[in-house]
Structures are given as C-alpha cells and as structure tokens.
C-alpha cells in the first residue's frame, strides 16, 4: 500500500500519511516548529520571494518545503522522494488505463 511520507527534522521522525490531505495538515505543523510561521504566512513569505512558480495552494506548499524536507511516496520498506501530486497522478492515468 502506497504511503505518502516527509521525513520531519524537527522531531527527527519519518512520518507517513494514507492521503494527500493527512500529510499537508502535518506540513502545517512541521512549517510551525520549523520556521514559527503558520502555512499561510510562510507562503505569503515565499511567493512574495518568487519562489511560488505553482498555481496549484498545496502544490506549492510541498514545491517550497521540498527545499528543507525530504517529502515522497514510500511502500513497504521503500522510499521514494518525488512530487506527490505528479506521482499520485501518474498512479490514477495508469489505474484508469489499465497499465
């Protein structure tokens, strides 16, 4: 079963979610512990920076924390770090089309 994972510096943990939605919320808290600043104003922060090039809230979001966290998809005993979102994508193209 394909988790979604970030591994959390500020905790030195692994955390790993079942959904998208789950994994954003703990984003919320680990930009808190890690720069004192909730999402919104972090990403306030970072698109007034330039370093926003998503349209997409969410994407966004874990495009900036990419930088500092390593984020991805792992199963098993296997970890992938990737973009979330294009690989979520990339699974539901390829259910749908029978790959």
């Known amino acids: 079963m394909k988790k979604y994972f970030i591994e959390d510096t500020t905790k ?12 954003l919320t703990y984003m919320g808290e680990v930009c808190q512990r890690k720069f004192g600043k909730s999402r919104e104003a972090f990403m306030t922060e970072a698109q007034d920076l330039g370093h926003v090039m998503n349209d997409n809230a969410d994407s966004a979001f874990v495009e900036v924390m990419s930088s500092q966290f390593q984020i991805g998809i792992g199963r098993s005993n296997s970890r992938v770090v990737c973009d979330i979102f294009r690989a979520d994508q990339n699974e539901k193209t390829k259910d749908a089309q029978g790959d």
């Open 12 to 23: 030195n943990v692994i955390a790993s979610f079942d959904t998208i939605p789950q994994l």
